[in-house]
């Protein structure tokens, strides 16, 4: 009895401190809550959303460890969580909007800024970090983020419920943050075209628009077996380098698109895919599940030349592309494709094929 005593007068002190030191942080002009855009724990974040005054939304929902969904529909990118998340733990004020500045400051919050949702994993019972019992998700902290300071580094933003907005900014980064709380699906969706791995992959075919002859069909049997057919003449191929396949596969799994095109107007994306076939790349799973980019030639910017100083037709390094189910239209880079657009001959034993 004795003991269990002792405990709890421990725990009631030991709340007590936190309580202190928890009001002494909030004293001084502005309370802390009433500036406090960071996360000091971004890995226990599950979901973020942003919302626009034009009624754009973005949900990024964390499935696994460095794994995000895009509004429940697509993958996120990356690189571009990766930044928010950092720009989420390290924001920090700079300094109070003057009051001179203030009332027009509110007002062009109002009328122009991204409303912030951070959601994070916390628990009904949490004894100081040690006992954490029912976890759940909680709406943790809302803000609005507004335009750019005057000096084009610091960035306007505000607590929900509070009536004083900062400028805020980044340590050690020149500039300002507001652009990485874009309410634009297409910032945030993942540039993939294809993300295979050999052991999954079971069939990739590539048809050549302008060099039909060098088009094919590769089956993988079993990882170590594989078919080479002629999409000419529907024949397989008899003797073909073995090495040269399994690199060949081996390149599928990273390979991306460059940008979106999905801006264009109606009349040029109907100009540009139904112009004459480039290559097409179509690649099946193990799943059944095939994938399919479809390219077509880009016209050569003004001033690129050949080898021999002559105006090129077409940009001998982007192409466009038609990417997921043909539903969007992207920018692909030969740079990236080269990697995986082998003509049939390239696979042929001690036969030097154009790569």
Not at 25 to 35: A, D, L, P
Not at 169 to 188: A, K, N, Q
Not at 255 to 263: K, S, T
Request: hydrophobic residues 40%; charged residues 25%.
């Amino acid at each position: 009895m004795k003991k269990n005593l002792s405990i709890i007068i421990v725990v009631i002190i030991l709340l007590c401190i936190a309580i202190f030191l928890v009001l002494k942080s909030g004293s001084g002009t502005y309370g802390s809550g009433m500036q406090d855009f960071a996360v000091s724990d971004t890995t226990n974040i599950t979901k973020i959303f942003f919302s626009d005054k034009k009624n754009r939304n973005i949900t990024l929902t964390r499935v696994n460890e460095g794994i995000w969904r895009l509004n429940e529909k697509y993958m996120a990118r990356k690189e571009g969580v990766d930044i928010m998340l950092k720009t989420l733990l390290n924001i920090s004020v700079k300094a109070p909007v003057p009051k001179t500045a203030r009332n027009n400051v509110i007002r062009r919050l109002a009328a122009k800024s991204v409303k912030v949702e951070i959601y994070q994993r916390v628990y009904r019972i949490d004894l100081f970090g040690r006992v954490q019992l029912f976890p759940h998700e909680k709406l943790t902290k809302t803000y609005y983020v507004g335009d750019v300071a005057q000096d084009n580094i610091g960035t306007f933003m505000i607590i929900e419920g509070s009536e004083e907005p900062f400028i805020t900014y980044l340590p050690g980064f020149r500039g300002f943050v507001s652009s990485r709380y874009s309410t634009l699906e297409e910032d945030w969706r993942e540039h993939i075209i294809f993300h295979h791995r050999l052991p999954d992959i079971a069939n990739v075919k590539i048809a050549f628009g302008d060099n039909p002859e060098w088009s094919f069909s590769l089956d993988n049997i079993d990882n170590r077996g594989f078919k080479l057919i002629s999409e000419v003449s529907s024949q397989p191929v008899a003797d073909f380098d073995t090495a040269k396949v399994i690199e060949f596969l081996g390149s599928f799994a990273n390979i991306r698109f460059e940008a979106f095109l999905n801006d264009v107007d109606k009349a040029k994306r109907d100009s540009i895919t139904s112009s004459r076939l480039f290559y097409q790349i179509s690649l099946t799973d193990r799943t059944g599940k095939t994938f399919i980019v479809t390219t077509f030639k880009k016209q050569a910017p003004a001033g690129q030349m050949d080898n021999q100083g002559k105006p090129l037709a077409y940009d001998h390094e982007r192409m466009f592309a038609l990417v997921n189910d043909n539903k969007d239209l992207v920018f692909v880079q030969f740079f990236v494709l080269d990697h995986i657009l082998k003509p049939l001959p390239y696979f042929l034993k001690n036969v030097n094929s154009k790569q």
